[in-house]
């Protein structure tokens, strides 16, 4: 039985972070400075594994159920802890083979990189064997920490990029094709606003290119075979601005990552210090080093997610025994395996997993003569990643940042970067194939040998930019590069909003283009696409109806801004939801929720898909789906429904996030202790403050930035940041959730980075030897 739910019994459970502890395998010590809000500020007197080893160390003080958690995930083992719920996820980890490309690059990597890893393994090891009271989580779950091996970071690394992208997006055409046909199968995509801004070079704009019908013939061919058988995106910003521009004389580098509110944290605020580098920003618990957000005293760099496509699907044709796949006119034999998934309150779970020379089979079965395969460039041939990592906490600039990248592949990011010689930088980090554009919009027939991978694009013709004209580099998941390159890139990527605004900021306000003026942008609120439908309500006749022409007339006079005190924008995603479940209903998308296609996990609700497409469609007048409709009388009837909903509530409260802790579903008594609490939020899912939700579930805010952070580069005393709720993973921490109301509140606290500062002003201090 748990313990009884007090905050007495989770003080127990929090590790000593004053005085000295053993550390076993160090070459000199190591100190541990926690500031004001917890924060670890590390520095070893020897090198490097040193440093990696008191990383690990303080990660798994910190955050060790998280780390472990997120292994299982990786490994798909969670539902031994969190039950049913879990299954899903647990086998696609293992049809995926994460275990096996994870041993397979660990193995693969250079002596420095393997010993990194294997130094933070040892860290971790000895934090679990020091003595430390066990997480709460542990005490509920009744289970005891497992050991961890170098490989393990990979796994974490992978789990939490996983088939981030196309995939998703590629399934969701498959099973719409059927329903709505190839022409309009192509309009399910996120909008281009009416034209792309481009990345590279910044400040472009450029038309999507549009697959013709004769270009994917052979895949909805392919499809349709299928279709008989089987009935049927993270995101962030982030931009730069050069020395001449910038509101300091210096490059100023900030942004906001964007992703899924998991409790805890997917990042730690950390600061890691040895004879070789001394580098502070966002770690990822369980993973060495800092590969996203950070800087090193000479450069600084984050990421977004680039959205080019690293995922294919191949439709593949089984002979009757499934035990070999047609290919290029003969037949290449299956591999073929039994796992068996263990689940916390239930029997186990076995399953055949089946993989073609493709890749594993995600979707449908062999044995019915077809299914669809992944290819994926996060487990098709060895990553190198993780050699990566020293290199980028050694670099002395943008350019010499981007070298140190050479051979990242686990999931695509655009990387930006300033330096203290005043330069700015933009690369697209991504090993990516070299196929045909077809295969970026639906799955294509493996069968026929014409969709293959035919080598990679370089390293050095990978998009890049460094002192562009402009001054300004700003990126927000929106499109790369144009589409009349040599290469395909991508197909699917997020609306230029977000892009526009943050430009459109950075270029009118001077005082925007600094560290303060960067949380002023962090919290934009106006969305184009709430002015886009309120140009339509304008068009239209008022209402007969009172309640409704009483909606209109609101939106009518409202600024378009998502900000957390109005209830204009309670109305205003009453009215979207409801244009886009009869967007749903009316084109027959609707029914296919919970379809074989859509199901794999974690699922692709058609509410949330069409949410996206609505704004180009109704920006074009293509009623094609509306099944006879006009646009003129779908808002109307959107007016009506939304008009019979309450939106006189500020939409700070309707979207008031719920952060809830991985076992407060199992261990409901607890759930008071350990959900933090959440503040009412503005903005949405087109705003610059990206606090968005799910069409499908409604309007509470389910996804946001898990950070903030601007760089005065080479100022660094002036840099700031924070974390949506703490830098602890312990619940019992006072720094569980304190820097929530300074988050919700878009601002940012000191990044403190001089170690005579620390010294003088750290409430906890530590020693490692």
């Known amino acids: 039985m748990p313990p009884a739910p007090g905050p007495e019994t989770l003080r127990a459970a929090l590790p000593p972070l004053d005085g000295r502890l053993r550390l076993p395998g160090l070459a000199a010590p190591v100190e541990v400075l926690r500031d004001r809000w917890g924060i670890p500020h590390i520095r070893a007197e020897g090198g490097q594994v040193d440093a990696f080893r008191a990383q690990g160390f303080v990660h798994a003080q910190d955050r060790l159920f998280q780390m472990e958690l997120n292994r299982r995930r990786a490994l798909g083992r969670a539902a031994e802890?969190?039950?049913?719920?879990?299954?899903?996820?647990?086998?696609?980890?293992?049809?995926?083979?994460?275990?096996?490309?994870?041993?397979?690059?660990?193995?693969?990597?250079?002596?420095?990189?393997?010993?990194?890893?294997?130094?933070?393994?040892?860290?971790?090891n000895a934090f679990i064997g020091s003595g430390a009271p066990p997480a709460i989580e542990y005490v509920l779950l009744d289970a005891t920490p497992e050991p961890w091996e170098g490989w393990h970071c990979i796994a974490v690394m992978r789990r939490l990029g996983l088939l981030m992208g196309s995939v998703w997006f590629k399934l969701w055409r498959a099973a719409a094709l059927p329903v709505v046909g190839p022409e309009n199968a192509l309009k399910l995509r996120y909008d281009d606003g009416g034209r792309d801004l481009l990345l590279i070079p910044p400040g472009v704009e450029a038309k999507r290119w549009t697959a013709t019908i004769a270009d994917l013939q052979p895949a909805i061919a392919a499809l349709l075979v299928a279709e008989a058988i089987d009935a049927t995106g993270g995101g962030s910003n982030n931009w730069a601005v050069a020395p001449a521009l910038s509101a300091t004389g210096r490059p100023v580098v900030a942004g906001d990552?964007?992703?899924?509110?998991?409790?805890?944290?997917?990042?730690?605020?950390?600061?890691?210090?040895?004879?070789?580098?001394?580098?502070?920003?966002?770690?990822v618990p369980g993973v060495p080093g800092f590969p996203h957000f950070a800087h090193n005293g000479r450069v600084a760099w984050c990421v977004t997610h680039a959205?080019?496509?690293i995922h294919d699907l191949f439709v593949e044709r089984f002979d009757p025994d499934a035990r070999h796949v047609a290919f290029r006119g003969g037949w290449l034999p299956v591999a073929r395996r039994q796992e068996t998934i263990a689940i916390r309150g239930a029997e186990p779970r076995s399953f055949e997993v089946v993989e073609t020379h493709h890749g594993p089979i995600i979707a449908g079965d062999p044995a019915s003569g077809t299914a669809i395969a992944l290819r994926s460039?996060?487990?098709?041939e060895t990553d190198l990643s993780f050699d990566c990592l020293p290199r980028m906490l050694r670099a002395d600039g943008v350019e010499t940042l981007f070298e140190a990248t050479r051979g990242w592949g686990l999931i695509d990011h655009n990387l930006v970067a300033g330096d203290t010689a005043g330069r700015i930088g933009h690369l697209v980090r991504a090993r990516l194939p070299r196929r045909p554009r077809s295969n970026g919009w639906l799955p294509v027939p493996g069968w026929t040998g014409a969709h293959e991978w035919d080598g990679w694009i370089p390293h050095e013709e990978?998009?890049?930019?460094?002192?562009?004209?402009?001054?300004?580099?700003?990126?927000?998941?929106?499109?790369?590069?144009?589409?009349?390159?040599?290469?395909?890139?991508?197909t699917d990527c997020h609306?230029?909003?977000?892009?526009?605004?943050?430009?459109?900021?950075?270029?009118?306000?001077?005082e925007a283009r600094g560290v303060e003026g960067a949380a002023s942008v962090h919290a934009d609120t106006l969305s184009l696409n709430a002015l886009l439908i309120r140009d339509r309500l304008a068009a239209l006749p008022a209402p007969r109806d009172a309640a409704a022409a009483a909606l209109r007339d609101r939106l009518l006079a409202w600024d378009g801004r998502m900000e957390a005190g109005s209830s204009a924008p309670t109305a205003y995603i009453a009215l979207r939801r409801a244009l886009t479940a009869i967007l749903a209903e009316r084109s027959g998308l609707a029914a296919l929720a919970g379809t074989p296609l859509l199901s794999v996990a974690p699922g692709v609700p058609p509410m949330n898909q069409l949410w996206w497409a609505l704004p180009n469609l109704l920006r074009d007048g293509d009623a094609a789906l509306?099944?006879?409709w006009d646009w003129a009388q779908a808002m109307q009837e959107a007016l009506a429904r939304a008009?019979?909903?309450?939106?006189?509530?500020?939409?700070?409260?309707?979207?008031?996030?719920?952060?809830?802790?991985p076992l407060s579903p199992m261990f409901p008594d607890w759930a008071p202790l350990l959900d933090p609490p959440a503040l009412p939020l503005g903005g949405d899912t087109d705003t610059v403050l990206a606090n968005g939700f799910m069409a499908a579930a409604g309007p509470v805010a389910a996804y946001g930035a898990l950070a903030r952070y601007a760089f005065d580069v080479g100022a660094w005393e002036n840099n700031r940041w924070t974390v949506f709720h703490g830098a602890s993973g312990h619940p019992g921490s006072p720094h569980y959730a304190d820097q929530h109301a300074v988050w919700a509140g878009t601002a940012m606290v000191p990044m403190t980075y001089g170690w005579d500062a620390l010294r003088r002003t750290a409430p906890w201090r530590q020693e490692l030897a």
């Open 495 to 510: 609306p230029p909003y977000r892009a526009q605004r943050v430009l459109a900021r950075l270029q009118a306000a001077p």
């Open 377 to 380: 460039v996060q487990f098709a």
């Open 307 to 309: 959205f080019v496509d």
């Open 462 to 490: 990978m998009p890049r930019v460094i002192d562009p004209p402009l001054g300004l580099i700003v990126t927000a998941n929106n499109r790369v590069a144009a589409d009349d390159g040599p290469d395909y890139l991508c």
């Open 626 to 628: 509306l099944h006879g």
């Open 81 to 124: 802890w969190l039950g049913a719920g879990a299954a899903e996820g647990d086998i696609l980890a293992r049809r995926l083979g994460m275990e096996a490309a994870s041993r397979r690059d660990y193995a693969a990597l250079g002596d420095e990189g393997r010993a990194m890893l294997d130094a933070y393994a040892a860290g971790v």
């Open 257 to 283: 990552p964007h992703r899924v509110f998991e409790i805890p944290n997917m990042y730690a605020q950390g600061h890691l210090a040895c004879a070789d580098f001394d580098v502070i920003g966002l770690t």
């Open 643 to 661: 008009a019979r909903e309450d939106t006189s509530h500020p939409w700070g409260e309707v979207h008031r996030p719920r952060f809830t802790h």
